[in-house]
């Protein structure tokens, strides 16, 4: 009983970071877009462009944005979540 509510405990905590990190993907403005690594000008509007269509809801589904493939997504996804780190450490210190 204990191991399925740890279980349950750590795929709904593992949930909640991604899921923070691909609304903040969906919602980022362009400018936003641009300071993660590997999105210039062109990708930030092909990402912006293609969330209109379907918002993303894995950081898989980056791919169907041109020139975007399994390994930029993947660069994007750990550059996302380092950030998001980042920001929630540097609001508790404040």
């Known amino acids: 009983m204990l191991k399925k509510v740890t279980l349950g405990f750590l795929v709904l905590t593992i949930t909640s970071v991604c899921a923070m990190s691909l609304n903040q993907l969906n919602s980022a403005s362009k400018a936003e877009l641009i300071e993660i690594n590997g999105i210039g000008e062109a990708k930030a509007s092909a990402i912006i462009e293609e969330r209109k269509k379907s ?9 169907r944005v041109k020139g975007v493939g399994p390994s930029i997504a993947s660069n994007i996804k750990k550059d996302v979540k380092s950030n998001t780190r980042h920001k929630k450490e540097t609001k508790k210190k404040s």
């Open 55 to 63: 918002k993303f809801k894995s950081f898989d589904d980056l791919t």
